[in-house]
């Protein structure tokens, strides 16, 4: 049974940091291409950071030079680093898992909230 758990949301004041983990079981985790989605209310899901299987990166431009995405493959583990945050970024952060690329996604975690607010 494949699993991706996500952890590390919260509640944090506008130019603060946050890092989220998802933790992966039950894949391969070293050979799938991971990233981060998120979703505001009343919105669609929009990738934010992927990273391949063999550790290239790709960010969104509303987050450029503020998030970095990085990946342990010997804990099971994708992260992404979140500095500079705006109320803008307030949203479920979601990590998903694709075999073939990162942009088809074979596996959901279930999302952590992030809320970036005064």
């Known amino acids: 049974q494949v699993q991706l758990v996500e952890s590390g949301g919260g509640l944090v004041q506008p130019g603060g940091s946050l890092r989220l983990s998802c933790a992966a079981s039950?894949?391969?985790?070293?050979?799938?291409?991971m990233g981060w989605y998120r979703q505001a209310p009343g919105k669609q899901r929009d990738l934010v950071a992927t990273i391949t299987s063999a550790g290239r990166t790709n960010y969104a431009d509303s987050v450029k030079g503020r998030f970095t995405i990085s990946r342990d493959n010997a804990k099971n583990t994708v992260y992404l680093q979140m500095n500079s945050l705006k109320p803008e970024d307030t949203a479920v952060y979601y990590c998903?898992?694709?075999?073939?690329?990162?942009?088809?996604?074979?596996?959901w975690g279930q999302g952590t909230q992030v809320t970036v607010s005064s």
């Open positions: 998903g898992a694709g075999r073939r690329t990162v942009y088809v996604v074979d596996y």
């Open positions: 039950g894949i391969i985790f070293s050979v799938y291409n």
